[in-house]
Nanobody
Framework: QVQLVESGGGSVQAGGSLRLSCAAS????????KGWFRQAPGKEREFVAS????????DYADSVKGRFTISRDNAKNTVYLQMNSLKPEDTAIYYC????????????????WGQGTQVTVSS
C-alpha cells in the first residue's frame, strides 16, 4: 500500500518553530521528488516547497522563503519541513506529496499525497 505519512504538526505561538516529517513507504521509492503543500480553511491547497531526490533543486513559495527549509533523508525515505518564525497566516493543514520526476508548484502535477498534519499558529 502506497503511503505518505506526515507528522510533527501542532500548535505554536507566532515566532515559534515546528519541524514536519513525511515518511514514504509501500512503493514510493526514495528517488521520488517530494514536496509540501498547505491548505488553510476556506482556501485552495497551495505550494510551499519542493525538492529533487538528490537535493540539488529546491523551490519555495515566496511567502515562506527565508523561514522554511525543506530537506530529506533518502536512507529513511523521509522528507522534512523545518518551519521557523511562524506566523498566524501559516496556519493550515500541511500535506506532503511525491512524484517520480516532476517538481511543480501545481497541485495537479503531484500523484501521491499524505493525509495531512495540522499546524496552528497563534498570535
Amino acid at each position: 500500500q502506497v503511503q505518505l505519512v506526515e507528522s510533527g504538526g501542532g500548535s505554536v505561538q507566532a515566532g515559534g518553530s515546528l519541524r514536519l516529517s513525511c515518511a514514504a513507504s509501500g512503493g514510493i521509492p526514495s528517488t521520488y521528488f517530494k514536496g509540501w503543500f498547505r491548505q488553510a480553511p476556506g482556501k485552495e491547497r497551495e505550494f510551499v516547497a519542493s525538492m529533487s531526490w538528490r537535493g540539488g533543486t529546491k523551490d519555495y513559495a515566496d511567502s515562506v522563503k527565508g523561514r522554511f527549509t525543506i530537506s530529506r533523508d533518502n536512507a529513511k525515505n523521509t522528507v522534512y519541513l523545518q518551519m521557523n518564525s511562524l506566523k498566524p497566516e501559516d496556519t493550515a493543514i500541511y500535506y506532503c506529496a511525491a512524484h517520480p520526476s516532476i517538481l511543480s508548484a501545481s497541485v495537479k502535477s503531484w500523484g501521491y499525497w499524505g493525509q495531512g498534519t495540522q499546524v496552528t499558529v497563534s498570535s
